[in-house]
């Protein structure tokens, strides 16, 4: 892969600027992505969907190519089983709203949740569903014994990650829906951190959602998908209603149009889809596979540099392979928020806290971690100044 090809698409890299180290969080956007926003801006800023004249539909042509995109990036049966969303978070809200449980079904998903995949299920406990979890094994690796344990017949939905934001591991997704549907319980997934490095075949795995968050794929911020089957798609209730998402109207009644259409209502966020359909044509072009094996690349530098290394912890898998994109750690006596502003303030920019998955941290005992995150733009240049300056903390720069 020619990472030094890819690293002169981003403006926003240079020789002498820090290292971004934070692509879990967000990624940098390319130079085709940033000129094809600014192309909506100056050639065709109109609506999509409403008006008939040729700048709008050049907005609607536009906003059906990226949707055709996101279509082949994740194999999705059809674009219209793709939903533009404001990001992942409105993704998971709507099929959790829009499901349908009731009093005494229960939602299941695991202790390594992100907040937009446990809050929403949670705030469903006024209705009188129960969200119930499968723990996974210390260093947050998956556990088949303690989900299938879990997968009790008052279980309606399930609703778990790809990949986790804390430890990177990645869930045996496929493997978890068959057992899943061997039982007629359909399984939601949350991509946010997976289908940034990595492929994903949404067929292949036979989830019936998957919802991403396109401002870590390399796209503007504002933009996220559902992804669905088509039978699981129509059962949803919208999220919203409006504009856009209905069929006839009177002052009595409505009709909803058919997917994606009645799960979009609104004016949607133009510049920003046809920039996340630019993105998943250049990560195509790059292809995922060798985004994934070299990213594994800088995660092996990263276990060289442990072997000999004192004071410091992981958080997650203690192996290249299993950490994805992520790597998470502490060091001995420092809070992680001290350890990523010592990091900045040697020119390496990396995340801290409880990166919005509490109970994770809670059921350890942790009080957090500082986070590195790999695009790929990073090369091995960029992992040796994480480790140098580590280097730096360790011996006594605290």
Not at 106 to 124: F, I, M, R, Y
Not at 231 to 255: I, K, N, Q, W
Not at 294 to 305: A, N, S, V
Request: glycine residues 12%; contains cysteine.
């Amino acid at each position: 892969m020619d990472v030094s090809g890819i690293r002169a698409d981003f403006p926003s890299i240079s020789e002498d600027g820090p290292v971004y180290l934070d692509s879990a969080c967000q990624s940098l956007k390319p130079n085709c992505v940033i000129r094809k926003m600014l192309e909506y801006y100056t050639e065709y800023p109109g609506c999509g969907g409403r008006s008939s004249h040729s700048m709008a539909t050049r907005v609607s042509m536009e906003v059906d190519s990226a949707r055709e995109a996101f279509a082949r990036f994740l194999n999705a049966e059809s674009p219209s089983g793709v939903v533009f969303t404001k990001n992942c978070t409105e993704a998971l809200n709507t099929v959790a709203n829009g499901f349908g449980l009731g009093p005494g079904d229960a939602v299941l998903t695991s202790d390594s949740e992100h907040n937009s995949n446990s809050v929403p299920w949670l705030v469903l406990a006024d209705r009188g569903v129960k969200r119930r979890h499968f723990p996974t094994l210390p260093d947050g690796t998956f556990s088949m014994d303690a989900y299938l344990e879990a997968l009790t017949d008052d279980v309606k939905i399930v609703s778990v990650c790809h990949a986790s934001n804390v430890t990177g591991h990645v869930f045996p997704v496929k493997d978890m829906a068959e057992a899943a549907h061997d039982k007629g319980i359909p399984i939601c997934v949350d991509g946010a951190q997976a289908a940034s490095h990595m492929p994903v075949d949404v067929r292949d795995l036979d989830v019936d959602f998957y919802c991403v968050s396109a401002h870590k794929m390399m796209a503007p911020s504002g933009v996220g998908a559902l992804i669905g089957k088509k039978e699981a798609l129509d059962g949803l209730r919208p999220l919203t209603y409006g504009g856009g998402a209905v069929g006839e109207t009177s002052m009595e009644s409505f009709t909803l149009p058919p997917v994606p259409d009645r799960l979009e209502a609104g004016l949607s966020n133009y510049s920003g889809i046809i920039g996340a359909g630019e993105a998943v044509r250049y990560l195509s072009e790059i292809g995922m596979g060798r985004i994934q094996e070299h990213i594994l690349g800088l995660q092996r530098k990263i276990d060289d540099w442990l072997d000999g290394a004192d004071g410091v912890s992981v958080v997650g898998p203690g192996d290249a392979a299993g950490r994805g994109a992520i790597f998470s750690f502490n060091v001995d006596g420092m809070l992680s928020y001290d350890v990523a502003m010592m990091m900045d303030s040697r020119g390496v920019l990396i995340r801290s806290g409880m990166h919005c998955a509490h109970p994770f941290f809670a059921s350890r005992g942790i009080d957090g971690c500082a986070r590195a995150s790999f695009g790929a733009y990073n090369d091995s240049g960029d992992v040796g100044r994480l480790l140098s300056v580590l280097d730096w903390i360790l011996s006594g720069h605290r």
